[in-house]
């Protein structure tokens, strides 16, 4: 029967071998390892729909992979090796940059730097951005709707994008490309795929806003003596840059040693602070407008980027926290999202509880503070052997996701649910949002051969 399947694609975008299949079937946190009958790799939507076509004669189960960057375990197959996994890397054409519409379309593989570029190429932003930008994939970015670093200014994903192009479990294909602003005529369809973590469909292309380039940027860190001062410079930013503030990203003490210690960078504020906050500034004001602005909501212990350099480096010491943290050892990791106006008391809380239950772990919360989401990892304590602090998993997961309950919050704020998040999912939500879940799952995929076991 795979030789059906490779018939589809032909022998060349087919991997049969354990060996070439490895890179798509380890997670980037390497948390799964799964194992596939085949990859497959369709050049076009034709392709994919005569695969979801056979799939469902013959009742085999679809794992879609786009950039293999989802921190869920979403894209990786189960270990019976049993399903089939479909990277989208082929389906990689940028079809149109209007930019007199502010419209893009493209294909599901292409990788969100390239999106970037392509819309930057005619002089327009495509706003979405993530630090796993080079690798990540449009399809990703939607199957997961992505947040990343300028939602404060422009949204998640799911605000970027018009129109997509679908194949269904079917196999028939849904044209839903539009480049409409409004189109209030029945139900937004594309809004079930969106999210949905492969488990729906497979989007094969979609039109995507842009927006104007921003004229300039600017760039500050800010040393802080508790997240109570970043809520407070946040409401000060919004009050005096208005749209201009593009990013406000909380980093705490620990996660700037682990930068200067592990990733070669300097820390550029000479005091020591127990928290940072990286803000950014951009539009079509000038530099010197924005930095004026910028003057007028920093307090005194900031360092400013005088160059695009400067900007990128200061960035840097956010982008690569995940990188830096891996090199302390094992970390159980959270990402969750509270109202902004109780997030400093939500990280109060939760320190305190972990100092008291389990005072030698060492919390990472960091993010995005701007959209009240925040990356709480907990790494190992120093010198202890990873298996016994990965035994704590469930009761540090116990504290961080009943803090977020309590304050009315999210557990899944950013990367969804896929298969690590699963069981939680039923605690979190209620049985009638649940039963609407598995009804629109059981519409649309009804032999569940698309993604099965993730999610729902
Ligand atoms: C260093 C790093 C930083 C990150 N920062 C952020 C961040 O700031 N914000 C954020 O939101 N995420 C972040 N992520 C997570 C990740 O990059 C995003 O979830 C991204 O959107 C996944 O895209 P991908 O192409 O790699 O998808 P994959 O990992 O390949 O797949 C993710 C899910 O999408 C499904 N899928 C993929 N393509 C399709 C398709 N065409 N049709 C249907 N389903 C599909 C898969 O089945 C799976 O369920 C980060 C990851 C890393 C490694």
Redesign the pocket.
């Known amino acids: 029967m795979m030789e059906r399947f490779v018939e589809i694609v032909g022998a060349a975008n087919a991997i049969r071998e354990d060996a070439r299949m490895q890179p798509y079937m380890t997670e980037?946190r390497g948390t799964y390892q799964g194992r596939a009958a085949l990859v497959l790799s369709p050049g076009n939507v034709a392709e994919v729909s005569a695969i979801l076509k056979l799939a469902s004669e013959t009742n085999t189960k679809i794992?879609?992979?786009?950039?293999?960057?989802?921190?869920t375990g979403?894209?990786i197959p189960f270990e019976h090796g049993r399903e089939i996994l479909l990277s989208?890397r082929r389906?990689n054409r940028v079809r149109n940059v209007d930019a007199a519409s502010d419209v893009m379309i493209v294909e599901?593989?292409v990788t969100l730097a390239q999106a970037q570029n392509a819309a930057a190429a005619e002089n327009r932003l495509f706003p979405l951005s993530?630090?796993?930008e080079g690798?990540?994939?449009i399809?990703?970015?939607?199957?997961?709707?992505?947040?990343?670093?300028a939602v404060i200014a422009y949204g998640n994903?799911r605000d970027l994008v018009l129109g997509l192009e679908v194949v269904l479990a079917s196999g028939e294909i849904w044209n839903g490309i539009k480049a409409l602003r409004k189109d209030n005529a029945g139900y937004d369809l594309k809004q079930m795929?969106i999210g949905?973590?492969?488990?729906l469909?497979?989007?094969?292309a979609a039109s995507l806003r842009l927006f104007a380039q921003p004229r300039a940027r600017v760039v500050a860190l800010v040393g802080l003596n508790s997240p109570e001062e970043a809520i407070a410079l946040y409401a000060q930013a919004r009050e005096i840059a208005g749209l201009s503030l593009t990013a406000l990203e909380l980093i705490p003490r620990f996660g700037l040693d682990i930068m200067v210690k592990h990733m070669g960078k300097g820390n550029p504020i000479a005091k020591a602070f127990p928290w940072y906050v990286l803000i950014e500034l951009s539009g079509a004001d000038s530099f010197i407008s924005l930095a004026e602005r910028m003057l007028e909501i920093l307090p005194e212990n900031a360092a400013i980027a005088q160059s695009e350099r400067q900007a990128n480096e200061l960035w840097s010491l956010r982008e690569g926290l995940?990188?830096a943290q891996k090199f302390e050892g094992a970390s159980i990791k959270h990402d969750v999202s509270v109202p902004i106006s109780s997030l400093a008391e939500f990280i109060r809380q939760a320190l305190a509880e972990l100092a008291q239950k389990f005072p030698r772990v060492r919390p990472l919360p960091f993010?995005?503070l701007g959209d009240g989401n925040l990356h709480f990892n907990i790494s190992q304590p120093e010198g202890e052997n990873s298996a016994d602090f990965r035994a704590k998993t469930d009761e540090i997961n116990a504290i961080l996701h009943g803090l977020t309950r309590q304050f009315g919050g999210s557990i899944a704020a950013?990367?969804?649910i896929?298969r690590l998040k699963r069981e939680l999912l039923e605690q979190v939500k209620s049985p009638v949002e649940m039963e609407m879940m598995r009804g629109l799952k059981r519409m649309l995929d009804p032999q569940n051969i698309l993604?099965p076991g993730?999610v729902v």
């Open positions: 980037w794992v879609t992979q786009g950039g293999n960057t989802g921190l979403a894209q989208t389906l599901a593989g993530l630090a796993s690798s990540c994939s399809g990703g970015n939607i199957a997961t709707n992505a947040g990343g670093t994903m795929f949905s973590e492969g488990t469909g497979i989007i094969t995940s990188e993010g995005h950013e990367h969804g896929g993604n993730k």
